[in-house]
């Protein structure tokens, strides 16, 4: 570990933590009709962008991850405090005719609406997406979904795990003997919330522009799938099938986890150079000089005998003494870190990757500018309903203009 | 499967394959220095959305991934193919003056800079991010790398693999009782690129209010570990030190793969009312019954029960015919596909989700939008300097005012 420096010219810790920096969003309101994990993850982004988001939930229960484990100290779900940081929250019965006009009022005056409903579901309530932007030409609605709003399966139910079964991350992860192997994080729900959030910020650019809004489809089969790189190469480029292959690249070698006496270290010596370097710090400098591993290439085709070579080394000592060495050399190396070490790690914090925000440890923000807030929302999850009164009184006279009964109504 | 129908409102398959539609950001021109898989991620995203992006190479060899396989019949590599498709590429050496001229005066007339060098190369070639946005006021200049701009651990090299090791999310994904498992693609590099994309819409959209530029530092083990959910939850929130529990869902229950005959099925009964259903389909109504499995939380408890009782059924008969009825009882549900079928699916094709861009297939673009292209770039990933002489006569007046010797140069 070195103290901690900075690049030349690019902005400093300070600076990224400086909460009296603007935030890039802070004229865009958003109403926020997500649940559970994809959507609010896009909205949280908002959120932390400096949006304002008006979140609106079930009447009684709420978003249905306020009842999912695990559950911290003051009985709120991490699950959904991580996902709801910054919002405002509001209970409204969607299928009462007074809460939908204060819904279509909020509407009316934002600027992105986002929902993660099944496809449907919106246009039943009366609210469908493209009947929103054509009463509201400059609004964003971001419609995410695990299949999408059209397509044979856009019905289909889908849960994180069901997307990545069929989107073929699965298949693509663990070992070539061993079974498919689910990500461990809800990799197919967080895809579908970044990409939404990328769409909507994207119209949000353009509509500088043009002045017109837009709907947005995003589903999370389409994400993950964008995102499923050396297994599709194989599929559409060259027309094998591909198969997992454990924990190393496909084309690069080594380029993989290791075992060491006590447990598995990652390294990747992705050139000739630097498996020059790996060899002498492994004290085998024969394998530089060895024919079968003369070239990334030669490498690759005997991938296992290089493996094993290694492995008869690096078995001597631990993964941590191995990585010292590795480090030191300037080969690309990691021991394999539970999540709970790598946010004790002082390069996490250094970064702000935690937050602590009204007494309790959350994720931080990854996007950091210079020129505007990096911290992201320091406003906790909210409770139920906790802006219900005001958000009523701030929209109620543009819901029931004239009389108290009055306004347009459709249910 | 049913035949192709749209949730009501939405916008339809042939809106999105409208190829005259306005791009959402085609008034926007990005100088790109990006190579490999993230950065070039992050550009060719921009290039989806109808960005003009300059791919600034290397003279002789261009970007690494050129020279990795899998290579095409035509000799390309994949690799190469996926990440660079729409931008146009000039060779230059940006450490001769003049090239550097050139290079500053394609900065000057941009919009955004994005560039994946280690921290500090920027600076040492004259194009230090900060100055670069000091000069241009309006630039956004995005920059990024593994470990980011700061913090002790700034100037490792990083590769994906070595990201997922430190990250935490290879030790959170494979079985409990078997080794950490590298996620099956390049999710650090792909996260680092999608990221990368968020700060620069981002970045427009604020700077069309505020009129100003900014830097932007994205680290790929930032965005690896913000999307680390159900064992950051444990580590931060409830202070329990997480393992890897295989492919099933650490509160929802079932919720898992299972095995069939022939090979595994991904189910997954989020509510005790799928429960029951899936109880029912089995032929195992008892199960819904059974005081072990009354509750969510019962079945969490008792997960292992529960999967050994459901195996016991699902074991008589195949995947496929297990997930015809599941399918038929709405539970949702799902065969583990390999990649190769994902992409011959019905509904991936209906998505758009693979395209011909030149002859050859690549994945589709995941961002749908009612009023802008939703198709992505069909321009084909450039030959090593395909637009290197146009783009020197375009900026060369800039380059060199006055006299041809002329302009400022700074090496």
């Given at each position: 570990m070195t103290t901690v420096t900075t690049a030349r010219g690019a902005a400093t810790p300070d600076e990224h933590r400086d909460p009296g920096k603007p935030h890039a969003l802070e004229h865009i309101t958003v109403v926020d009709f997500t649940r559970v994990l994809a959507g609010?993850?896009?909205?949280?982004?908002?959120?932390?962008?400096?949006?304002?988001?008006?979140?609106?939930?079930?009447?009684?229960?709420?978003?249905?991850?306020?009842q999912m484990g695990p559950f911290a100290s003051d009985g709120t779900s991490e699950y959904y405090r991580f996902a709801n940081l910054g919002k405002e929250s509001i209970a409204l019965n969607l299928?009462?005719?007074?809460?939908?006009?204060?819904t279509k009022a909020m509407i009316a005056k934002a600027d992105v609406?986002?929902?993660?409903?099944?496809?449907?579901?919106?246009?039943?309530?009366?609210?469908?997406?493209?009947?929103?932007?054509?009463?509201?030409?400059?609004?964003?609605?971001?419609?995410?979904?695990?299949?999408?709003?059209?397509?044979?399966?856009?019905?289909?139910a889908a849960y994180d795990t069901v997307i990545q079964a069929i989107s073929g991350i699965m298949d693509s992860t663990g070992e070539p003997d061993g079974d498919p192997t689910r990500v461990g994080t809800s990799i197919s729900d967080i895809l579908g919330g970044v990409f939404g959030y990328c769409g909507i910020v994207t119209a949000l650019a353009a509509r500088e522009r043009t002045g017109k809004g837009t709907t947005i489809d995003v589903a999370m089969l389409d994400?993950?799938?964008?995102?499923?790189?050396?297994?599709?190469?194989?599929?559409?480029?060259?027309?094998?099938?591909?198969?997992?292959?454990?924990?190393?690249?496909?084309?690069?070698?080594p380029f993989d986890t290791f075992r060491c006496a006590d447990q598995l270290i990652a390294i990747c010596a992705g050139n000739d150079h630097l498996f020059g370097i790996l060899a002498d710090t492994l004290g085998k400098p024969e394998l530089a000089t060895d024919p079968r591993f003369a070239t990334n290439v030669d490498r690759t085709n005997?991938?296992?005998?290089?493996?094993?070579?290694?492995?008869?080394?690096?078995?001597?000592?631990?993964?941590a003494a191995w990585h010292e060495r590795l480090e030191e050399a300037g080969v690309?190396?990691?021991?394999?870190?539970?999540?709970?070490?790598?946010?004790?790690?002082?390069?996490?914090?250094?970064?702000?990757?935690?937050?602590?925000?009204?007494?309790?440890?959350?994720?931080?923000?990854?996007?950091?500018?210079?020129?505007?807030?990096?911290?992201?929302?320091?406003?906790?999850?909210?409770?139920?309903n906790n802006r219900g009164d005001a958000l009523r009184a701030e929209f109620a006279a543009a819901a029931n203009p004239g009389t108290p009964d009055g306004g347009a109504t459709r249910s």
């Open positions: 609010p993850t896009c909205t949280r982004m908002l959120a932390d962008a400096g949006a304002r988001v008006i979140k609106i939930e079930r009447p009684g229960t709420g978003d249905d991850t306020r299928k009462d005719p007074g809460d939908l006009r204060l609406v986002v929902e993660n409903f099944r496809p449907g579901v919106m246009a039943k309530l009366g609210l469908d997406p493209a009947e929103l932007v054509q009463e509201n030409p400059r609004l964003i609605v971001c419609s995410i979904s695990g299949f999408g709003q059209y397509g044979p399966l856009h019905l289909q994400a993950t799938f964008s995102t499923m790189e050396q297994g599709l190469m194989d599929a559409l480029g060259v027309h094998r099938r591909p198969h997992r292959i454990g924990n190393r690249h496909p084309s690069m070698t005997h991938q296992a005998d290089l493996k094993g070579a290694m492995e008869a080394v690096l078995r001597t000592d631990t993964a690309p190396a990691s021991p394999i870190l539970n999540v709970d070490d790598t946010r004790r790690l002082e390069h996490i914090k250094v970064r702000g990757m935690v937050k602590d925000v009204g007494g309790f440890q959350v994720p931080g923000n990854p996007i950091k500018f210079g020129a505007y807030n990096s911290l992201g929302t320091m406003i906790p999850s909210p409770e139920l």
